[in-house]
């Protein structure tokens, strides 16, 4: 009997913890009114969706801070927007592409920037202008220059009708800014990493896109 009921008392106790579990998510926040949120609850879950690593978290949490001047919190929406579109599994890919035999570097890179959706691409155009505005004020890390840089290109293959395109881009077009734009941060990202010792490798497939200016 009494062991009966201890089971019961398990049964309980992990049913409530599930249910508190699967109940409770960074969406919950959102139940209210964006409007109502204050700056510091916005940059909670901010962190919250960072640290779930939930790419519709990250982009939900992505549009409460897009607007801010702020420089630091500009950051966190840079952070949020390139996970949101999930640039980080792209490098990965590429990584994974560059080191077969005989592997085409453009091919490689063509084929991993092409898994970006058009809301991927919006969010990764924002996220560069964000970080250009704000590494006027603080100091963003060699990732983030990467990641935006690597954006920037996959937009402009978006603009220009592929990664063969942008070499150089159509004069006047988009992607002729997000290439530019693309150089200044991968040179950014490569004189940090230089700086701290690391491997500017995963960089070379990318800047070889770039016309050398």
Known sequence: ???SIILL???VLVLSACERVFTASPFDFLRRDPASYSDAQKLSFAEDALA???EAAMAAAFALLADSTDP???LIAVELALGAAGVGPAVIT???GLSAEGADSETVIGDALDGFTEADLALLVQAAALLDQADESVAPTAEQYAFAAIGLIAAAADDAGGVGNINPPPIGSDAEDYVALADVF???AEALLVAEGGSTDI???FTGLIPVS
């Open 1 to 3: 009997m009494k062991r």
């Open 9 to 11: 008392v398990i049964s």
């Open 52 to 54: 779930s690593g939930d």
């Open 72 to 74: 630091e919190t500009q």
């Open 94 to 96: 590429v990584i994974a």
């Open 186 to 188: 991968f040179t950014e």
């Open 203 to 205: 960089l070379d497939g």
